[in-house]
């Protein structure tokens, strides 16, 4: 697996745990750091939805990870 396909896929992880286990609401009063980095990883999960590109799959997993 390349250098990008692990980026993809540790940040379509930590976008499902981050929105998997804490809501929006809840992070930005409490935890300004936590909110950021949803927002960070909202933005990364649409750019994997743009990618052209599949990368032999490894797009498609990262997207169902999120």
Aim: aromatic share 4%; proline share 2%.
């Amino acid at each position: 697996m390349s250098g990008k396909h692990v980026v993809a896929a540790v940040v379509a992880l930590a976008v499902g745990i981050v929105t998997g286990v804490s809501g929006t609401a809840w992070t930005q009063g409490r935890h300004p750091h936590i909110a950021s980095a949803q927002k960070s990883l909202v933005a990364a999960e649409k750019q994997l939805m743009e990618a052209v590109h599949h990368y032999s799959g490894h797009r498609a997993r990262a997207l169902e990870l999120t």
